[in-house]
């Protein structure tokens, strides 16, 4: 079992949180996309009040930051910041979600008391031999449970709380920032920087006990539309171009055994078909296409012009239209410039007694903008396992050694200020 440095309610406050429905959603015109979001964003601004905090916000947006004032006498030490999204991913629901403890773990595949068939097996998740003899938290079975990413969100409210509690560890001004709609790309639209006032931040977004993430992928989003042409189908012959056709040609002349998502790891780019809206007349495929070097995207999608250039061939009357948007890149470029905030984050992470574990994310996260934004934000472990899925799980261990990260990372920023 896990020794417990800082006593705080990180899964008290988790527990709660969790039963707050705050699923985002895809292509809602509103911000937050759901109104849920707002009753977690509400209830943590009035928590925060509550702490005695005298300077908490909630935007128009939603965005809730506030500052844990500083206990040190030295001057000059910088703002820092830590940052968790409310929402829970549009893949499964967030509604009525019920904790399930799974006590002083001992190896067992866990069992979802709502759906008996479904479990958790031991064999298949290799991070739950690292759990033996701690207290594990699932959903029952017909949800997702939100440690993605209310774990953060609790684990910065309860190392906030403590800081407060104990004002004889010394440390610099602390910004706290909650946000909405991570889990639809929207999590740093309205995100005020300069209002943020940080020299950097920290999201509590991660999962392995010990992980550091300071790479993400560089990413762009093509739409690839192709066009044919449509007629009464009892009189096409020699007509009728079917544009879904031209898009399936163009699906099957993608490569199969590399540049996809379940034929790459590491540090492996790929070009992923994930939406296509299909007409006779029209029909559009959407992609994801990732890289750890920005410069590989270009050669990813020059690639898929080629793909779609050879389908619109063999399909004489088509035509293609190709739409490149950035999404976001790889915070590594400008992590780099700023090296004392990785090395103070490891210094934190080895102070709570673990091996600091520095890898790349094969995905992105808030910090990919806000570093190209003016906020260096690398991505520290909160916990959580099996994001997005009813197979969602965290062990309570872990939080409070987030929890532990925080306030240390809070320390070696005051400590390293003007040493020599």
Request: negative net charge; glycine residues 8%.
């Amino acid at each position: 079992m896990t020794e417990i440095r800082y006593q705080t309610n990180c899964v008290e406050r988790f527990l709660e949180y969790v039963k707050i429905d705050t699923q985002s959603r895809e292509g809602s015109d509103a911000f937050p996309s759901t109104p849920g979001q707002l009753d977690l964003l509400r209830r943590l601004k009035d928590e925060l009040l509550e702490m005695g905090l005298d300077d908490v916000t909630m935007d128009e947006y939603g965005y809730v930051f506030a500052t844990v004032p500083p206990t040190t006498s030295k001057p000059d030490v910088p703002v820092i910041g830590f940052l968790a999204h409310v929402d829970t991913s549009p893949e499964m629901s967030g509604a009525g979600v019920k904790p399930v403890f799974h006590r002083n773990y001992a190896g067992q595949d866990l069992v979802f008391p709502d759906d008996p068939d479904t479990v958790i097996p031991f064999d298949a998740n290799p991070h739950l031999a690292d759990q033996l003899g701690n207290d594990i938290i699932t959903a029952s079975g017909t949800t997702l449970l939100g440690a993605d990413n209310k774990a953060g969100v609790a684990e910065i409210m309860a190392a906030a709380g403590y800081l407060l509690e104990h004002p004889e560890i010394e440390h610099g001004p602390v910004r706290l920032g909650f946000t909405p709609d991570e889990e639809v790309g929207g999590g740093t639209d309205y995100f005020d920087v300069e209002r943020f006032g940080a020299r950097c931040a920290y999201t509590m977004d991660g999962e392995t006990l010990g992980e550091l993430q300071v790479e993400t992928f560089s990413a762009d989003a093509m739409t690839v539309t192709f066009r044919g042409f449509n007629t009464h189908p009892g009189f096409a012959k020699g007509q009728m171009v079917n544009s879904i056709k031209v898009a399936a040609e163009f699906i099957s002349r993608l490569p199969a055994d590399s540049h996809s998502p379940e034929t790459t790891s590491g540090y492996e780019g790929f070009v992923h078909p994930n939406a296509i809206d299909a007409s006779v007349e029209q029909t559009s495929v959407k992609l994801l296409v990732r890289d750890f070097v920005t410069a590989g995207l270009s050669e990813l999608e020059q690639m898929v012009e080629r793909v779609a250039a050879e389908a619109v061939a063999a399909f004489p009357g088509s035509g293609v239209e190709i739409l490149v948007e950035e999404s976001y890149r790889n915070m590594k470029e400008v992590l780099d410039h700023h090296p004392e905030v990785v090395e103070n984050a490891m210094e934190a992470i080895r102070r709570a007694g673990l091996e600091a574990k520095v890898e790349p994310i094969r995905g992105g996260t808030d910090g990919s903008r806000l570093s190209f934004m003016g906020l260096p934000t690398p991505n520290i472990f909160a916990g959580e396992h099996n994001f997005h899925s009813r197979f969602e799980w965290i062990s309570t261990a872990d939080m409070h050694k987030a929890v532990e990260v925080i306030i240390e990372l809070c320390k070696v920023w005051e400590e390293r200020t003007g040493a020599q």
